[in-house]
């Protein structure tokens, strides 16, 4: 009963809002969608309820978060829009910085969380999506869940805020882009050779996962989108899915790191040859 609503909801985003060039006006066009379409599923919840758990935890994992998501994404676009510096190249360089700073703590913060949904687990979705655990929160809930208890469950808000956060730091790292390229004088441009990955990409998802592993990113603080993001820039490939890659990397017989063992087999057998002249 909530595929009608939240299919309007994607076509008038990608139809009347996404497109709308002054990033304000399309904050505000966002949000009145976004408030307007959560109203709906409210009203189809109060008016029939769920046959079962799992709908429910399909509806607060998978529905509700859809349009709340982009709620408090165009709720942090329309202030960040308000509080940047109106003047001064260094003051706006470091507004966009220090937003990003906050990113990474609000994900440093909920690494836990982060984590789970990551990793496509389930096992606690009955106490993090349901509204029938609420004496027993594994994290700590959001000040939403006491607002509308029989509309939220403990953790679709902050779920809906991770994905949020992930669309925000697309939205700064375009400001910072946008305005060095308006400050060509301020900042060097550097153009580099174009690399392009050649190898399978299996073989990517498997040595994103075991930098993300490691944590030497960012100080472990960078998440699998964000690691996975920068990889598409770099080598200009897109990785569809790679949740369920991962999965079928675990699922593998034997050795399940082929990629990762063939790097070090080939490192291993250029030193030899090096050594040998």
Sequence with gaps: MFDDVIYDFHNRLNAGVINIPD??????????????????????????????????IDFFKNIKPCPMSYLIYFTEVRSCELRKPKAGDNFQLRFFEKELRKINKFFHKNNDFVHYMEQGHVYMDHQLFTRNHRNNYPFTPMINYYQYPEFSTSHDMLWSKVQAMYRFIHYIRESIQEFQTANKGIFKEKRHKIVIWSGSKTALVELIYALYATGDLNHGIADLSTITSSFEDCFNIKLENFYKTYSEIKARKGNRTKYLQNLILNLEEKMARDDEN
């Excluded at 006006?25 to 409210?42: F, M, P, V, W, Y």
């Design 23 to 56: 990033p304000l006006k399309k904050a505000d066009t966002g949000i009145e969608l976004c408030n307007l379409t959560l109203s709906r599923l409210k009203e189809l919840i109060e008016k029939e309820d769920f046959e079962n758990v799992p709908d429910e």
